[in-house]
């Protein structure tokens, strides 16, 4: 019998409301193995200003707090170091880890979860079902709205040879919490971008070949929050951070169910060249593209435009031979994204030439 369809994993628990954050103990008690199996609580290093929110984050017995940067995506080497940290420092597996923080933390969080528990490198597992063994208890907590790294089923990582997923049925999180309280102090820029990834997620997913009645379902409500969000006014703060909350992870589940597309597709090779970060990434590389998601586009740019953000221009300009290949080489590489987008035959419309095009124009 032919296996047509995923049989998804999904986020088993989910806390969800305004202050959530303050229950994170009576979740984590119960999962404690041993006063001598500790929580790893991997905490954006952004936080080390605001004492008081790090006053609550309910540590205990061995638990540790790891202060990790964000400035660069997480890669590979960071998750093994992480892993040979905690394994040289204790004798006993952790009770679990907790990631606070953006996508890069979440990402970072489920990615050492399941290193701890799987043989080898992270670089062994990117890619598709590489997994083999569920990880340690994990538990994520976002502090920014938008990448849907909370729900989805892969932890995003530059390796020494690609930027790519590792994605798999044991790659989702054990446990999420939901407090939109905690992204109350985004950059208005970083808020924009990262908002604009979830954008982006339900463009590609509303318009992919790969659409289903279950992806339409999380990404048609997904676009209308992100629009109530970024073009209306007449929401709260509080509604604002609650709605683009929801956004991403409906727009998360929608692309777990479908995929992602061209701007994915050409986003990961500006983050492993350039450096740029993927909300940033999106919105500079959507700018230019019309011919694949001219609504899409359209949209963007009116949000753009209402929320006075400047995309930076001239990306590329002084990129050599060598980059851009590599950059072309990473884009094309990502064949289910070029599939979902424009279908089985994708290759008859889609070559290093065009796609080179693209870039030179960022
Ligand atoms: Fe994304």
Redesign the pocket.
């Known amino acids: 019998m032919k296996l047509a369809f995923r049989n998804m994993t999904m986020v088993p628990r989910v806390l969800y409301g305004t202050g959530a954050f303050d229950q994170l103990t009576s979740i984590l008690e119960p999962k404690r193995l041993n006063p001598r199996a500790p929580f790893i609580f991997l905490v954006d290093d952004v936080f080390t200003q605001y004492h008081e929110f790090v006053q609550r984050i309910p540590i205990g017995y061995e638990d540790e707090i790891i202060f990790v940067s964000t400035l660069e995506e997480p890669t590979t080497n960071q998750v093994d170091e992480l892993v040979q940290q905690i394994i040289l420092k204790y004798k006993e597996m952790p009770s679990g880890i907790v990631g606070i923080g953006g996508g890069s933390v979440m990402d970072l969080t489920k990615a050492v979860s399941l290193l701890l528990t799987n043989h080898g490198n992270a670089s062994d597992y990117q890619g598709w079902d590489l997994i083999q063994n569920s990880g340690i208890f994990s538990v994520g907590i976002p502090t920014i709205s938008g990448?849907?790294a909370e729900v989805s089923r892969t932890a995003v990582l530059k390796g020494p040879d690609i930027k790519l997923g590792i994605n798999s049925d044991f790659t989702t999180f054990d446990q999420v919490v939901l407090d939109p309280d905690l992204t109350a102090d985004v950059s208005k820029n970083q808020w924009f971008f990262t908002g604009m990834?979830c954008f982006?997620?339900c463009v590609e997913s509303l318009n992919g070949t790969f659409l289903n009645a279950f992806s339409q379902a999380h990404g048609e409500k997904a676009m209308a929050l992100c629009q109530n969000v970024f073009l209306k006014s007449a929401l709260s703060e509080l509604e604002k951070r609650e709605q683009l909350m929801m956004a991403s992870w409906l727009g998360g589940v929608s692309i777990a169910n479908s995929q992602?597309g061209v701007a994915?597709a050409l986003s990961y090779g500006l983050s492993f060249v350039k450096g740029i970060k993927?909300g940033l990434g999106?919105c500079i590389v959507i700018e230019h593209l019309d011919a694949y998601y001219p609504e899409g586009t359209q949209l963007f740019r009116k949000m753009r435009d209402y929320q006075q953000i400047d995309i930076p221009k001239g990306i590329c300009e002084n990129l050599s031979e060598d980059e851009y290949r590599q950059m072309t080489r990473i884009a094309l590489g990502l064949s289910p994204l070029w599939e979902n987008a424009l279908g089985k035959n994708w290759q008859s419309q889609v070559n290093e030439k065009v796609v080179r095009g693209l870039y030179e124009k960022m």
């Open positions: 990448t849907g990834d982006i997620h992602v994915h993927h999106n």
